[in-house]
DNA sequence: ATGTCTCCAAAATGGAGA
């Protein structure tokens, strides 16, 4: 089972991209992040055209995430996360698909640093943990999946110093993911491949993606049911150099059947 | 500081967000 995701910052901008990827990738399960669309303006005809049915929660010009599944359905277990969301914004949608549970997030940027946008991103963070210490203490295969905006390592950008002020790479941005990871989750692309650099962004500015100046902030995070199924994982690059394309590319993992 | 791209606004350029 290829379950993916795919910041498309734009659903409707972005529609033949999406279209032309899931064509050619063929993924079971799909996260979306950045839909800048209201819910009345997710294309669900088109998508559903394409083979995939779709649970959405949409937005007026920002954010915005959704599911989609040639399986069955997604059912929709939450669409925020408990706790006040002081902003109201449509970053977290959370499914069952057959006897996966599935979160689909779009955590926030957090810049600029120091600010409000910055603040909210640390408590986003904190309601994100003590949601998911609930997921993995539940024994059943979950996945949060998505635009997390967080670059774990020194090894996941091209140019780390450049970052160090970074609401995206902050020591305690960084941290705040390694907290979260250490209640048991794996993040599966770096748990595939240990010591390889893998991008899943490029900034639209300065031909970052031609100069491969990019950065890993799409992740799996796996609960350990999950892990042992978990078969291979790639970037799905040369989308990122296709006309009007996002600047994050879809990434993609395997995962065994369940039996 | 800048670079680029999207969406949106009492509508054409310009701001916000990333």
């Known amino acids: 089972m290829k379950i993916a995701t795919y910041n498309v910052n734009g659903v409707n901008g972005r529609l033949p991209v999406l279209l032309k990827w899931l064509k050619e990738s063929q993924p079971d399960i799909v996260c979306l992040q950045e839909l800048k669309a209201p819910q009345d303006k997710f294309p669900e005809a088109e998508i559903l055209e394409a083979g995939y049915h779709s649970v959405w929660l949409g937005q007026k010009s920002w954010n915005g995430v959704a599911v989609l599944s040639k399986l069955e359905k997604p059912v929709v277990s939450r669409t925020d996360l408990p706790g006040e969301d ?3 914004a449509s970053r977290y949608l959370e499914v069952k698909i057959k006897d996966l549970i599935i979160a689909c997030i779009y955590l926030p940027n957090g810049n600029p640093v120091p600010g409000p946008k910055f603040d909210y991103k640390m408590r986003w963070f904190e309601r994100l943990d003590a949601h998911a210490e609930m997921l993995i203490t539940s024994g059943k295969k979950v996945l949060i999946i998505g635009d997390f905006n967080v670059i774990p390592t020194e090894k996941d950008v091209y140019k780390p110093e450049k970052y160090k002020n970074d609401g995206l790479f902050l020591p305690e941005v960084r941290k705040a993911l390694e907290n979260l990871i250490s209640q048991g989750w794996t993040d599966a692309l770096r748990h595939l491949y240990p010591t390889e650099t893998i991008y899943t962004f490029f900034d639209y500015f300065r031909k970052a993606y031609e100069r491969n100046a990019g950065m ?4 799996f995070l796996l609960s350990p049911e999950v892990v042992p ?8 690059k040369e989308v990122r150099g296709w006309e009007k394309s996002s600047d994050h590319c879809p990434v993609w993992i395997e995962i065994e059947e369940s039996k």
Request: glycine share 6%; charged share 55%; net charge negative.
């Open 229 to 236: 199924l978990l078969k291979k994982g790639e970037v799905d």
């Open 86 to 88: 002081e902003i109201e």
């Open 216 to 219: 890993r902030i799409d992740h």
